[in-house]
């Protein structure tokens, strides 16, 4: 150890006989280093030095002192930890007595220099304290040494310190918690960590001010910290056997990590690279990397190549469960609220129509004119039209409930005349939670969806009615949808033989809807 | 029906929002529990509690709150024409999951975000609730992040930053009439508005709380938007001048790009293709130079062609070469503003520098010290031992230091 001391300081020589050429008020300095290490090696004697622990900082602080104050060169200590297997020079025996001070030693460390020793000494190599010594020894003659990071031995000590943040860093991040249970209403936690450099202690306040309002208990090899709620206490090191094996909120974590990954971007090597694989063995979430990473390009050329027709499932993955609101009045209520009159609209907000368990479920476009003086839904031409075809196809009135899409009267005024406008894909969109809602409050076996508008708002996208009419098709919640035209349809043909056949055709579509419903 | 478990909504409405690249939770006050005895504290840095696959960090639970949306915005898998599966969060759902994660240590906070339902006031509403019952109700003191609607009511505005560390309003696309085009509910006027008021309040609550220390916080974090590269035909300078605009009339935090990623259940009105992955890097590789650089846009832009950034080398390489009457440039002599145009050298390089070379006249073995790689710098710099001589003029120049094309592919 005194070899690689004694190494340090030549190339710090050289380092500095190569770059203070050009400052002479600093070459003074230069020449009190080679007086001193000339003294330091003429004593030839080896001092070793046994620190308490490999965290006793404080020790090292102490001893560094009072070896400056006697000025030891640095090849002259052996830096030696309580309990560490026996290394080092057989002619340092035993603790050496360091020498009394020279008379009117100054030591002098720059505050900044302390800080980065003090983070560096919880480095795991063993040659750490005698680095250290090193460098605020030179430091007493070149009080500037840890401004030049051209400096192999700051160089050195600089990397060790940004080792160690970095440990602390992802001690920081990837410690997990386990409950172990409540004590006196505060809830224990429990984690297994094993970090690189001797830091356990060093976390501990972090880990305090974080988790103040809970009991845990940090366990590493090599020490323990726990906190109660009062004080942070250390302890002796453990095994991962002290940690409780799973914790019912892991599921959950494993459920997020899997699901917020975006399987277009994989890239592994930035992610080994932030997370490197000797921490895998304790994070909960490591063992959906590989499976991921494996299925990620397969689910990603799938999403490339899928055709976008629409499906005959749609609605399928509508599947939020459960309705909002108590009753369909408080629907009402909240949903007049919310959807304000906006231009073009009539102030009237026309609810549904029906009996809360319907079977069958319709669904039109908007109120009409009618139905806006009246202040209720199908009571208008079209809907005399609905109930003349409903009871055709033998279906009761008591067991359908009838909606709208839009629940407001889009019109222009023409003279005197209010005409009927069809609401905007967006505005038929901007109600498709409320319906769904209102589905959700009634349960209806079989949806029918009356016209385009009614379509878009039950499927989320356009369907063409000529296509998907005449078949059911599976909705949320068991449910089945059928689409066929809106009544206004039947009511605007122009010739009396296309008016029949148009006619039986909605009947037949009814008549599915009630075979479906019974 | 089958009642969805929290464990299969918190599926439905991460997949939902991870297509939103932000997840920082650096740059907030600092924070601690030792006098409320809550749960919670912020330091200033950030910290990644883990990594996705795609190289990504996860610092935060990001949710949406419901992926229900009354809008159709073109770019996005939770517009009210897509097909996926749907779920809504209640406010104490939301709470709870945060809290149990929390605990764990496996987030730094919260980032939640929502579909439109109902209406966008309502919504916000529901945010604000989930981030006061945090803060008041739990003694949180983790960072939260809350993604505001711009069609809401201002005044809910106002009690968000109230709770939250960070706000923030998604431009989503670099022009209005893109906006118009891909988001016809929204209106590219009014997310400026909003932007401009809350940078406005952000400001504000900051000299307030210089005069008095007990001064009410306003989302301390600042406020950040996302814009997504690819999904329009913009072009990066078209990108990079709306970032510029937003980073000086807004006081933005940042500006987050994010490459369109193929979406289940696709718009017909989109690219079908893999995302532009190196784009978004060049992006955020430009978006760097312009806010600690002390690049303008128009100087980014001579590194490209056509008002796009070139794709092969990294975006300040690429103005060197085009301007190499600038150098060689001594390092021993140059001042900050210089050395910061240097390929190859980053702030904390140049930091390191200027403290090593008043030691004395710095050489190559002393820059090799200081520095990641001298590979790209060498050609433009000169030492008291090195000389680019012709190197520097050398048309073979930009060959050499362009990478190698598979390490261009990302994956």
């Not at chain 1, 102490?62 to 104050?69: F, G, I, P, Q, V």
């Not at chain 2, 109700?137 to 939250?164: N, S, V, W």
Request: aromatic content about 8%; hydrophobic content about 40%; some cysteine.
């Amino acid at each position: 150890m005194g070899g690689a001391a004694s190494s340090l300081n030549r190339h710090a020589e050289l380092v500095s006989a190569s770059t203070l050429q050009s400052v002479p008020s600093v070459r003074e300095e230069e020449w009190t280093l080679k007086q001193v290490q000339g003294d330091g090696t003429k004593g030839g004697e080896l001092l070793r030095i046994t620190l308490a622990s490999e965290t006793d900082i404080a020790g090292w602080r102490d001893k560094a002192r009072a070896l400056l104050a006697a000025e030891v060169a640095p090849d002259r200590v052996i830096w030696d930890v309580e309990g560490r297997a026996a290394t080092g020079d057989l002619l340092a025996q035993g603790d050496g007595a360091i020498p009394p001070p020279m008379p009117g030693a100054k030591l002098r460390i720059a505050k900044e220099l302390l800080t980065t020793i003090e983070t560096a000494l919880l480095h795991r190599d063993e040659e750490r304290f005698a680095l250290a010594y090193d460098i605020v020894f030179r430091a007493q003659r070149q009080p500037k040494l840890h401004r030049n990071p051209a400096d192999s031995g700051i160089k050195r000590l600089n990397a060790y310190a940004k080792s160690v943040r970095r440990d602390i860093h992802k001690m920081h991040a990837f410690v997990r918690f386990r409950k172990v249970g409540e004590q006196a209403a505060r809830e224990r936690f429990v984690a297994w960590f094993e970090p690189d450099h001797h830091i356990t202690e060093a976390v501990a306040p972090f880990f305090r001010n974080r988790f103040t309002g809970m009991d845990w208990l940090i366990v590493t090899p090599e020490a323990s910290i726990a906190w109660d709620g009062k004080a942070l206490a250390t302890g002796p090191g453990g095994s991962r056997a002290d940690v409780p094996g799973e914790d019912a909120v892991e599921g959950e974590w494993r459920a997020y990590y899997g699901h917020i990954f975006n399987p277009a971007r994989l890239k592994m090597d930035a992610m080994r690279a932030e997370m490197p694989v000797k921490y895998w063995k304790n994070l909960p979430e490591a063992e959906l990397i590989a499976p991921l990473a494996r299925s990620s390009a397969g689910r990603t050329q799938q999403m490339l190549e899928e055709k976008k027709a629409p499906g005959l499932f749609v609605g399928e993955t509508q599947i939020e469960a459960k309705p909002e609101f108590g009753s369909l009045e408080e629907l009402y209520e909240a949903m007049a609220k919310a959807d304000l009159p906006r231009k073009g609209f009539s102030d009237r907000f026309i609810p549904g129509a029906g009996p809360v368990g319907a079977p069958l479920f319709f669904v039109g476009e908007q109120p009409g004119d009618v139905e806006d003086q009246e202040g209720r839904a199908f009571v208008g031409p079209a809907g005399q039209l609905l109930d003349t075809a409903l009871e055709k196809a033998g279906i009761d009135r008591d067991r359908a409930f009838v909606t709208n899409a839009v629940k407001r009267f889009r019109f222009q005024q023409r003279g005197k005349r209010r005409i009927h406008q069809t609401p905007t894909a967006g505005e038929i969109d901007m109600h498709r939670w409320w319906l769904d809602q209102e589905r959700l409050l009634v349960e209806p076996k079989v949806i029918v969806a009356l016209g385009s508008s009614a379509a878009r708002a039950l499927a989320g996208k356009p369907l063409k009615i000529a296509q998907w009419r005449g078949q059911p098709l599976d909705y949320a919640g068991d449910a089945k949808l059928v689409v066929t035209v809106h009544p206004s349809f039947l009511l605007r043909l122009p010739d009396e033989e296309g008016k029949r056949i148009e006619r039986e055709k909605f009947v037949r579509d009814l008549e599915l809807a009630r075979e479906l419903a019974a | 029906m089958a009642v969805l478990s929290r464990s299969e909504k918190l599926a439905i409405l991460a997949d939902a929002a991870k297509y939103d690249a932000s997840c920082t939770s650096s740059g907030s006050v600092k924070r601690n529990s030792l006098k409320s005895g809550g749960i919670g504290s912020t330091t200033g840095m950030g910290i990644c509690h883990s990594y996705a696959p795609d190289g990504r960090c996860i610092s935060l639970l990001k949710i949406l709150m419901t992926n229900y949306c009354m809008f159709d915005c073109h770019y996005c898998i939770n517009r009210t024409s897509s097909n996926v599966r749907r779920a809504t969060f209640t406010v104490q759902e939301v709470v709870d999951l945060t809290l149990d994660f929390y605990k764990r240590n496996y987030i730094e906070g919260l980032f939640l975000s929502s579909g439109i339902i109902r209406s966008p006031d309502w919504t916000m509403e529901q945010l604000v609730e989930v981030a006061r019952k945090l803060r008041v109700e739990h003694k949180f003191g983790g960072y939260i992040h809350l993604k505001t609607i711009p069609e809401a009511d201002p005044d809910l505005m106002t009690e968000a930053g109230r709770y939250a560390d960070r706000l923030s309003i998604n431009i989503e696309l670099p022009d209005d009439r893109a906006i118009a085009a891909y988001a016809p509910e929204k209106s590219g006027k009014r997310i400026r508005k909003t932007m401009a008021t809350l940078g406005h309040r952000i400001g504000e609550a900051k000299v307030e709380r210089k005069a008095n220390r007990k001064a009410p916080l306003f989302a301390p974090g600042g406020h950040s938007t996302q814009m997504i590269v690819g999904a329009d035909p913009s072009n990066d300078a078209k990108i990079l001048t709306t970032s510029s605009g937003l980073y000086g009339s807004y006081g933005l935090k940042r500006v987050y790009y994010s490459a369109f990623s193929p979406i289940p259940d696709a718009s017909s009105r989109l690219p079908v293709a893999a995302p532009p992955l190196i784009r978004e890097h060049r992006l955020y590789q430009a978006d760097w130079l312009l806010r600690f650089y002390g690049f303008t846009v128009g100087e980014i832009l001579e590194g490209g062609e056509g008002g796009h950034l070139d794709l092969a080398i990294d975006p300040k390489l690429a103005w060197a070469l085009k301007n190499r009457g600038g150098f060689p440039v001594d390092l021993n002599r140059a001042d900050r503003e210089t050395l910061l145009r240097v390929p190859g050298l980053g702030t904390k390089g140049i930091g390191k520098i200027l403290s090593a070379r008043r030691f004395g006249a710095l050489r190559l073995g002393d820059l090799e010290r200081l520095v990641q790689s001298v590979r790209k710098i060498l050609p433009f710099v000169t030492l008291a031992d090195w000389h680019p001589g012709g190197r520097l003029d050398s048309l073979s120049l930009r060959a050499r230091l362009t990478p190698p094309a598979e390490q261009m592919e990302l994956f």
